[in-house]
């Protein structure tokens, strides 16, 4: 099970650090990714993390803004998400990909899903 925290509401410019916990499998083992999706939008690719942490991917629409690291004696994967803009509002959840696959899109197949956390950022 993944659970994702940490969203809320902040102004444009501003920063917040999701958190994604995982339980009930071996985290450390999986590739971990985050998405989101706006109302009435699609699943976006955002960020993701190879289950060492040596290698990350981001989309273009967050690279230099949003960083993704992880913790594995927790269990955890976080997203730092630093100059934040409205257009960045959407529901963040992340997923585990049993496999690196260096290149993520929007429709990437994941193994497990989280339940999401809302980011709103007002203008």
């Known amino acids: 099970q993944l659970q994702a925290s940490g969203g809320g509401l902040v102004q444009a410019g501003g920063s917040l650090r999701l958190s994604c916990a995982a339980s009930?499998?071996?985290?450390?083992?999986?590739?971990a990714v985050w998405f989101r999706q706006a109302p009435g939008k699609s699943r976006k690719f955002v960020a993701a993390?190879?289950?060492?942490?040596?290698?990350?991917y981001y989309a273009d629409s967050v690279k230099g803004r949003f960083t993704i690291s992880r913790d594995n004696a927790k269990n955890t994967v976080y997203l730092q998400m630093n100059s934040l803009k409205p257009e960045d509002t959407a529901n963040y959840y992340c997923?585990?990909?049993?496999?690196?696959?260096?290149?993520?899109?929007?429709?990437?197949?994941?193994?497990?899903w989280g339940k999401g956390t809302q980011v709103t950022v007002s203008s």
């Open positions: 009930g499998l071996t985290f450390s083992s999986y590739a």
């Open positions: 993390i190879s289950w060492s942490g040596g290698f990350t």
């Open positions: 997923a585990a990909d049993s496999g690196w696959k260096g290149y993520y899109t929007d429709s990437s197949r994941m193994d497990w």
